[in-house]
């Protein structure tokens, strides 16, 4: 399921259709975001259909515009949702998942985040969110995490990079509050860490983060997720290459006990 570049038509429209009113009654990009709570930036981005409007947008601009509920009309279809549409089938897909195995590279997974973790993530975009763009991401995020106690169980395996824990996102009260975090979460019997020492000479994981899905019929499909969209990869083929590659990964790391034993030693400043 690759990521298509091109704007959902809905937005493309909702976009043409507020351009052309804004035009139509003489009003520049910068005197309507002087009327309304949005940036011109923001008013760009979703005239050309980059960008979902938020509900508000969509009454602001309605009722500056003088659109009698013409754009208010289109809201159902173009407002921001909770994820973008090109995760949500994962999203969809990792909440009745059997079993979900992460190769971690860069920051954590979503699963594993403390809201504060969360909050920092998605003000670190860019481009910058809006600050109740932040907040809904924020908590779809945690409304995910519903995923480490459903019943029945879902099996959790995950290989972080050593980096990743020390990196020091949102300052060092986060970082120990996300270390924390972690340590608590490897107490559960259907979650296994095991982390990926950065001095490893030898490296199964060069192509990059990863993600395995057992799916409720048994099926394991992979996933990848770049910079700007994600896929799944589906065919027997690719599944078995990134099983292997995971199967090696879990070998290369830390076992959960020792990993665990990191992150405590993280905690207390003796790693």
Known sequence: MPHDDNPPPALLIFGEQSRFL????????GELA???????SMIAMVERGE??????????????????????????????RDHPAWAQDYVDLQAKALAL?????HFLHGLLQTEEYARTVFRSRRPSLEDDAIERNVRARLATQSLHT????????FVLEES????????????NAQLKHLAELGQLHN????????????????????TLLETPDH???????????????????????????????????LDTEASLDLIQRLLAGEA
């Open 22 to 29: 804004r035009e139509q009654r003489g009003i520049s990009r």
């Open 34 to 40: 002087a009327r309304i709570p949005y940036s011109e």
């Open 51 to 80: 960008r979902p409007p938020q509900p508000a947008y969509i009454v602001a601009v309605d009722d500056v515009l003088g659109a009698q509920g013409l754009l208010k009309q289109l809201a159902r279809h173009v407002a921001e």
């Open 101 to 105: 195995h992460v190769y971690v590279t």
């Open 150 to 157: 459903r019943k029945p169980y879902c099996r959790l395996t």
């Open 164 to 175: 990743v824990l020390r990196r020091t996102l949102g300052g060092r009260e986060v970082q």
């Open 191 to 210: 979650v296994q860490l095991q982390i990926m020492p950065g001095t490893r000479e030898s490296h199964a994981g060069i192509d990059g983060p990863m």
């Open 219 to 253: 099926r394991t499909v992979g996933y990848v997720e770049g910079q700007q969209g994600g896929y799944f990869l589906t065919s027997p083929e690719d599944v078995s290459v990134m099983s292997h590659r995971y199967g090696a990964l879990r070998a290369q790391a």
